[in-house]
């Protein structure tokens, strides 16, 4: 019995590992959409066996980031412009709702992170870095909201959030220089935080609205994601 439970840890592991390995990799773009993820070839990379790999593949699906062919082979989504407008009605029904909360509450030791994140962005100048900390950003307001079920429906959505957010500015790099995005997200964060510390709900919900509302309507224009084709 005690062997059986230590080879079902072991392939727990083994399996976590992948998955946090794969998701960065697709997060990153190491692996581009549309890009299949054979399991033969991923189990090779890591030195690991198919088993793991298709289950970590399951978990990555169920996030969002990878689907499945009628042939069983796993590749990473394409993001088209309707995915992106239903996960920025997503953040504009959760993110206001978020920095209510979080103004009721004001927990102080949440904001001093929060004030640390902002320090944090405006030393950055690669935008990955920009994105890594603009989302860190929000998963530390909902974390000031004290609200479980809130934070678990923003984790839930974390992955793909993050993917979207790294092609959206990789398309707005090419128009815009990097120090203007970070100028800009440093901008709204500063105006959020401080409504949030002041404990004003109405404007932060609002803020945190017009914040979202602001890049939902970025995202739709974006060359990064083309309308989903009916073929």
């Not at 079902?8 to 773009?29: D, M, N, Q, S």
């Not at 790294?166 to 790099?173: G, I, K, P």
């Amino acid at each position: 019995m005690r062997v059986e439970k230590a080879i079902a840890f072991a392939r727990t592991t083994v399996t976590t590992v992948a998955t946090e390995h794969l998701r960065k990799e697709i997060v990153c773009g190491s692996v581009q959409p549309g890009e299949t993820l054979p399991e033969s070839r991923v189990g090779e990379m890591l030195g690991v066996s198919r088993a793991p790999i298709r289950e970590a593949l399951t978990l990555l699906e169920r996030e969002g980031l990878v689907e499945f062919d009628r042939r069983g082979t796993a590749r990473v989504c394409d993001f088209h412009l309707e995915d992106v407008r239903e996960l920025g009605l997503m953040r504009m029904v959760l993110e206001p709702a978020a920095s209510r909360l979080a103004a009721e509450r004001r927990p102080q030791a949440d904001l001093g992170v929060i004030e640390e994140n902002l320090h944090a962005l405006k030393a950055v100048s690669r935008l990955d870095d920009v994105t890594r900390l603009d989302l860190d950003f929000h998963r530390l307001i909902f974390a000031a909201a004290g609200n479980r079920r809130l934070m678990r429906a923003w984790e839930n959505l974390l992955s793909q959030f993050s993917l979207v957010m790294r092609l959206f500015h990789e398309s707005l790099e090419r128009r815009v220089q990097t120090s203007n995005v970070r100028d800009m997200t440093i901008g709204a964060h500063t105006e959020l935080l401080q409504a949030i510390r002041s404990g004003l709900p109405e404007e932060a919900e609002a803020l945190a609205r017009q914040h979202t509302t602001y890049w939902l309507a970025e995202f739709s224009q974006s060359s990064a994601f083309a309308p989903h084709s009916e073929a």
